[in-house]
């Protein structure tokens, strides 16, 4: 018996760790938004000395093309999206994707950045700034890229 539930651990195990694989390893191409969040409890009297919370994306394949970027905040009747600059151009390649929420002196900034693996390529890095939250709660923080080819 004791076996027997060991192989099926093992088993969810190669599948949820598969799961991730093709996940992160799926490209941004038409029609696709990727989008890299968190849900979070947040509290509405932040502090400065409290912990940021980053989230990240390594290896992003990115087709070369134009792309909705957002960096955004939202909870129960509570969403504050910021679409940066429109569009941006990106190249064909892969690309690391980060995202941080911190904490400041009652507010909250989102910072978001997508960093190209070829050098010849510059970081782009967003953020939305000076964030009051209505009320303590659950909130899902973070960023997406649309593309705008489709």
Same mark, same amino acid.
């Given at each position: 018996?004791?076996?027997?539930?060991?192989?099926?651990?093992q088993a969810?195990?190669?599948?949820?760790?598969?799961?991730?694989?093709?996940?992160?390893?799926?490209?941004?191409?038409?029609?696709?938004?990727?989008?890299?969040?968190?849900n979070?409890?947040?509290?509405s009297?932040p502090?400065?000395?409290?912990?940021s919370?980053?989230?990240?994306?390594?290896?992003?394949?990115?087709?070369?093309?134009?792309?909705?970027w957002k960096?955004?905040?939202g909870g129960?009747?509570?969403?504050?999206t910021?679409?940066?600059?429109?569009?941006?151009?990106?190249?064909?390649?892969? +690309? =690391? &994707?980060? @995202?941080? %929420?911190? /904490?400041?002196?009652?507010? +909250? =900034? &989102?910072? @978001?950045? %997508?960093? /190209?693996?070829?050098?010849?390529?510059?970081?782009i890095?967003?953020?939305?700034t000076?964030?009051?939250?209505?009320?303590d709660?659950?909130?899902?923080w973070?960023?997406?890229?649309?593309?705008l080819?489709w």
């Amino acid at each position: 018996m004791r076996s027997s539930i060991l192989r099926v651990i093992q088993a969810g195990a190669v599948v949820v760790a598969t799961a991730l694989v093709l996940s992160v390893a799926a490209p941004a191409h038409a029609g696709v938004t990727n989008t890299l969040e968190n849900n979070q409890w947040l509290t509405s009297s932040p502090h400065s000395y409290m912990s940021s919370t980053c989230i990240q994306w390594p290896n992003m394949y990115i087709a070369a093309g134009d792309y909705q970027w957002k960096v955004y905040i939202g909870g129960t009747n509570f969403d504050w999206t910021k679409a940066i600059n429109g569009r941006i151009s990106l190249g064909t390649d892969y +690309y =690391d &994707v980060f @995202a941080c %929420i911190d /904490p400041r002196e009652g507010t +909250y =900034d &989102v910072v @978001a950045s %997508i960093s /190209p693996h070829n050098p010849c390529c510059h970081t782009i890095v967003e953020s939305l700034t000076d964030i009051v939250l209505p009320f303590d709660g659950l909130y899902t923080w973070g960023t997406s890229l649309r593309p705008l080819d489709w």
